[in-house]
């Protein structure tokens, strides 16, 4: 068994019972980040064994941990935050298990992207995720079509391109479609502004001291 154990995105009592259960009951958990894993298994008293599995080599150790689990060693796969493989490393390890005819299973619990979507006060009956833009050749082009949904869209942002990304989302969408930036979401200093894309860019730009942390940018849907 692989199991998808969420991880709170900031307070530490959303961390579910289930997850504290399972986390103790593997042989393994494989962790985005060990150091920061640690602190929080530490904080919860479990004891269970680490590995790191991340952007930069779960192409090369996913089908040794597929073929482990498979032989009978069950592992959980933790993020740093929030839901394992969205916008986070997990997707090839999901397909490597369910090839081998591992069985997979997803706890619920933790994502940054709900509460900002349902916070947010746009309509969120259907919704499209886009996750981090590229900062790549095509990147203007994917904006254009975000631009051009009918149905609100999702993105998530970091502090240093929050600036340059509501810019962009103005001059592509046009300067009055309705936003909404919510920051260190479930934290201390959760904060959520709503408004035009003009007036969101301009108060970043004015208080630039309110520009970190986690950051989800929802934007409402092009009028039919």
């Known amino acids: 068994m692989l199991y998808l154990v969420p991880t709170p995105i900031g307070n530490l009592e959303d961390m579910t019972l289930r997850a504290i259960r399972v986390l103790k009951e593997v042989s393994l958990i494989l962790a985005e980040d060990t150091r920061t894993s640690r602190k929080l ?11 790191a599995f991340h952007a ?14 498979l032989a009978g060693q069950p592992m959980a796969l933790i993020s740093d935050a ?3 493989g969205i916008s986070d490393p997990g997707f090839l390890l999901v397909r490597a298990c369910v090839q081998a005819g591992v069985r997979v299973e997803c706890l619920p ?18 919704f499209h995720f886009e996750g981090f833009l590229t900062h790549k050749k095509g990147r203007k082009t994917r904006l254009k079509y975000l631009a051009t949904l009918e149905h609100t869209f999702v993105l998530y942002e970091s502090p240093y391109r929050l600036l340059k990304c509501l810019e962009e989302l103005a001059a592509c969408c046009g300067p009055d479609r309705l936003a909404c930036v919510c920051r260190e979401l479930s934290k201390l200093h959760e904060e959520v502004r709503r408004g035009p894309l003009t007036d969101l860019h301009a108060d970043y730009r004015d208080h630039p001291e309110k520009v970190k942390g986690e950051i989800v ?3 409402d849907r092009k009028e039919g």
Do not use: M, W
């Open 41 to 51: 298994l530490d904080h919860f008293g479990i004891e269970t064994p680490l590995k």
């Open 82 to 84: 929030g839901t394992p």
């Open 109 to 126: 619990g933790p994502s940054a992207l709900v509460p900002a979507l349902v916070v947010s006060g746009l309509p969120c009956d259907r």
């Open 217 to 219: 940018v929802v934007v």
């Open 56 to 69: 930069h080599n779960e192409h090369q150790v996913t089908d040794f941990f597929a073929q482990a689990i």
